[in-house]
């Protein structure tokens, strides 16, 4: 049997072990509903409770600004839609990147065909925008700017301190997607002058199905669902006990030790050895960059079959996003930085996690320049350059 090397942690990763065997006895003995009142049911109220307290100081927040969604989707789209909706008296303006992950970009397809207007500021070759543009942007109708803290495709890490700030100082709300932020780098909402931040538990070693909108205490979001009144009436429904307590288990272990010098360890070491492969290139911010993400073009080669013969060898990687596989269509981040659809369609995303190890880095070392070297024998486009 080959053995697996994962390198796709940015699509979803592992449960780690802390938060394992932190959600197991609430699947099993500790199963009540926190909205009862026997001591089963407190039980579970108190993990939720100790879980919001864990995952609001990580972020540099209070218990209260804290609010469980199912993940990083509903988190994004319970913060945009209720943002603008709330706000509709001063205005339908939205500011948002060309780079965002698709809960936020077709959330607001979805508001544009409502009605509402977006601007969609283009970013560089690194994926960065200009904060200039950023300034110009601002209209008297400006209601939400909504910039991701760190790009899930090619790791970019971007401005948003100074985002926050000048959404701050023309009196715009902003939002934050740190789906691929929080418990990578760290990560202050206060700092980052956010009004909402989106956070996801499969991101960081948590169980699937479970993330957290922050919202600044002050600012009031509408209902995302209505029903029995949990968290404190924003969201009802009986709350993910064992999730919640999986993510927060999962932040409480790794923000202590956060490996980032590791990672970016293995990373640049990566990036300096597959650079090394004739016609490869590096996407994303050289030096802005989440310590787990390398990622590249290759020059006339298929992504999707690069990640086959990849899998074959025990490899799991992405090309584009794991959203976005599936379809034939390059990947609009890509394409965002100046990468033409031909070129955008050689990615390769490898994402790690403190799991991976130098062996694992070696093999692929070992293996990657095989493979390209085998598509392109098989590729016409490669006899063309
Ligand atoms: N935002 C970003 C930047 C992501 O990378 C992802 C997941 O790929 C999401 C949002 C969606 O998160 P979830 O899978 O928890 O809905």
């Not at 699937?208 to 009436?233: M, T, W």
């Not at 597959?274 to 290139?281: A, D, F, G, H, N």
């Not at 994303?284 to 899998?311: K, Q, T």
């Amino acid at each position: 049997m080959v053995t697996i090397i994962y390198l796709d942690n940015a699509a979803t990763s592992k449960v780690s072990k802390a938060a394992l065997d932190a959600m197991l006895p609430y699947l099993t003995e500790g199963f009540g509903n926190p909205s009862t009142i026997y001591s089963a049911g407190r039980d579970a109220k108190n993990a939720v409770e100790s879980s919001r307290r864990i995952i609001a100081n990580a972020i540099g927040a209070q218990p209260e600004e804290i609010y469980f969604t199912s993940g990083g989707t509903e988190a994004d789209n319970w913060a945009i839609k209720s943002a603008v909706e709330m706000n509709q008296s001063k205005g339908k303006h939205i500011i948002t990147s060309a780079i965002e992950h698709p809960a936020v970009l077709n959330t607001l397809k979805h508001l544009v065909k409502c009605g509402y207007e977006a601007t969609y500021l283009g970013v560089d070759e690194r994926g960065q925008i200009s904060l200039d543009e950023l300034r110009g942007a601002i209209r008297s109708d400006t209601v939400l700017i909504t910039i991701m803290t760190a790009n899930n495709e090619i790791g970019t890490i971007l401005p948003v301190s100074e985002i926050g700030a000048i959404a701050g100082e023309n009196g715009v709300l902003f939002h934050t997607d740190a789906v691929q932020a929080v418990g990578h780098i760290p990560v202050d909402a206060k700092a980052m002058n956010a009004d909402m931040l989106s956070m996801s538990g499969h991101k960081l070693g948590g169980a699937k199905g479970i993330g957290a909108l922050y919202v600044k205490k002050g600012l009031r979001l509408l209902p995302l669902l209505h029903g029995g009144g949990q968290e404190r009436g924003g969201r009802s429904g009986t709350e993910n006990v064992a999730g919640i307590v999986s993510f927060a288990a999962a932040l409480d272990d790794i923000l202590p030790r956060l490996p980032l010098e590791r990672l970016a360890q293995m990373r640049d070491r990566l990036i300096q050895e597959v650079l090394k492969i004739p016609r490869s290139r590096l996407t994303g911010d050289r030096v802005n960059r989440l310590p787990g993400i390398a990622s590249f073009i290759f020059e006339a080669i298929e992504g999707e079959s690069m990640l086959l013969l990849l899998d074959q060898l025990g490899i799991c990687a992405s090309s584009g996003s794991a959203c976005s596989s599936g379809s034939l269509d390059p990947s609009h981040v890509l394409l965002a930085t100046g990468l033409s659809h031909e070129a955008a369609h050689g990615s390769l995303r490898l994402s790690l996690s403190e799991d991976n190890t130098d062996d694992d880095i070696n093999y692929v070392i070992e293996k990657l320049p095989e493979v390209v070297a085998k598509l392109r024998r098989m590729s016409p486009l490669w006899h063309e350059i």
